[in-house]
């Protein structure tokens, strides 16, 4: 157990391998467990070698050293678990090693499952993504991130309403789907593990499109119609949580319905401050200090605590906290005075188009991007070269304009061949 401990072996090899995406997976002793938990050794060696990106099999066999027949069955069982994606491209299956978020933190707790300890593996989930703040700012350290509120559109004024961007409205989002599955919610089910789960709904948890796909051939979930689908929506946005997206704008892969107490995004922002967590929506919600009343009822349906109330009797106002609000919209049906409305952002919010061009921006922002170019972690020519291209990524006039909208486009489609 030392050698796990100490970051040495496979599964220490393995945890820098996931440090490299841009989501990152910073060493501790309970992400060793949890590796461990998940990961045979020889699923572990394969995962190591994988490159960044899509490969398929004949690319994972020569990393790997192992032939493409004796490789593709335990690639298929890594994927029953989670820990690595397979889809299909131009008729040949491509496969991904899963991140820790979104990927197989997730994965592992779809469902009920009895192939690994999830109770064992629970705990040191807790203990990584939640209790220790070094994972929530390795995850969380730009501005660009996975998830994206989305407003409940109940709670939005009819003329501000036909504003919203399709790829900013949940019910849109689903609407175009293509697949649509439900999963459990993998931060309540962790919690449940731990006796700290709250009384929110559980079979939640929303996949769309090619991510569906994935969830429901390999068993992490049940397709469903777009009619529950969006059942799901009005059940979750009646429970009072908030609904977080993907975030990009063609393709999404999910909507998750969260609360402040279970979910690891929402829980970086009320446990250690990380406002920038998750992307807020266009909209902000705003107090009219005439009629409020403050009775506190908006205040504690807040799921990160962004509306405190200042004063007392007569006096006692709602303020909102615009640094941390989601725009959510979770607030708005607690205040029976009227005072309470969503108005949009005077700042508009910046949505990448694709899944592909986010993770660029992020590694970009988080200093990784080289590993996108040099994958191959074994030959000592891309360590060099990983090494050089951080540096000039690095310098502030080529960061700026690598994030700037000017040059993004071109930039992407040169990357993607």
């Known amino acids: 157990m030392g050698h796990i401990r100490n970051g040495r072996g496979v599964y220490g090899r393995l945890q820098k391998r996931l440090d490299r995406f841009p989501i990152g997976a910073p060493p501790a ?37 192992k032939k493409p027949d004796a490789l593709r069955p335990i690639l298929e069982k890594m ?5 690595v994606m397979d889809f299909e491209r131009k008729g040949k299956t491509r496969y ?18 009895d192939d690994i300890p999830q109770k064992d593996v629970a705990r040191y989930m807790v203990e990584y993504a939640h209790d220790q703040p070094e994972f929530a700012r390795s995850v969380f350290a730009g501005k660009m991130q996975v998830g994206r509120t989305l407003v409940h559109e109940s709670a939005v004024d009819p003329e501000d309403l036909t504003q919203i961007l ?42 769309l499109n090619a991510a569906a796909d994935f ?51 929402l829980s970086a922002i009320n446990r250690f401050k990380m406002f920038d967590a998750v992307v807020t929506s266009p909209f902000l919600a705003a107090v009219d200090g005439g009629s409020c009343a403050g009775c506190g009822l908006c205040a504690k349906k807040c799921p990160i605590q962004a509306i405190e109330i200042h004063g007392e009797g007569r006096e006692a106002k709602a303020i909102v ?3 941390a609000c ?26 990448p188009e694709t899944a592909w061009s986010r993770a660029v921006l992020m590694a970009i922002e988080r200093g990784k991007f080289q590993n996108f170019l040099f994958d191959d972690f074994e030959r000592p020519d891309h360590a060099v070269l990983r090494a050089v291209t951080r540096i000039v990524i690095g310098l502030p006039p080529v960061k700026k304009a690598l994030l700037s909208g000017q040059v993004q486009s071109r930039f992407f489609k040169a990357l993607a061949g």
Request: glycine share 10%; charged share 25%; hydrophobic share 35%.
């Open 79 to 83: 994927a029953d678990k989670g820990l």
């Open 215 to 265: 969830v429901i051939r390999h068993g992490l979930g049940r397709r469903i119609s777009r009619e529950e689908t969006l059942d799901i929506l009005a059940a979750t946005r009646e429970a009072g949580l908030v609904h977080i997206g993907d975030n990009v704008q063609k393709r999404p892969a999910f909507v998750c319905h969260c609360c402040g107490c279970c979910c690891a995004m």
């Open 29 to 65: 002793s309970a992400l060793y467990e949890i590796l461990k938990g998940l990961f045979t050794e020889e699923e572990a060696e394969i995962g190591c070698r994988m490159p960044v990106g899509f490969t398929d099999l004949e690319g994972i066999a020569r990393r790997t050293g």
């Open 96 to 113: 991904l090693l899963s991140p820790t978020v979104v990927g197989f933190f997730e994965f592992a707790f779809m469902r009920v499952r």
């Open 326 to 351: 989601l725009g959510c919209g979770v607030c708005k049906p607690a205040c029976t005075k009227g005072a309470l409305r969503m108005e949009p952002r005077k700042e508009g919010v910046v949505v």
């Open 166 to 207: 399709d790829y900013e409205r949940a019910t849109q989002i689903v609407k175009e789907a293509k697949f649509c599955a439900v999963s459990l919610c993998y931060c309540r089910h962790i919690m449940e593990h731990e006796g700290r789960r709250c009384g929110k709904p559980m079979e939640v948890c929303t996949s």
């Open 321 to 323: 906290n615009e640094e």
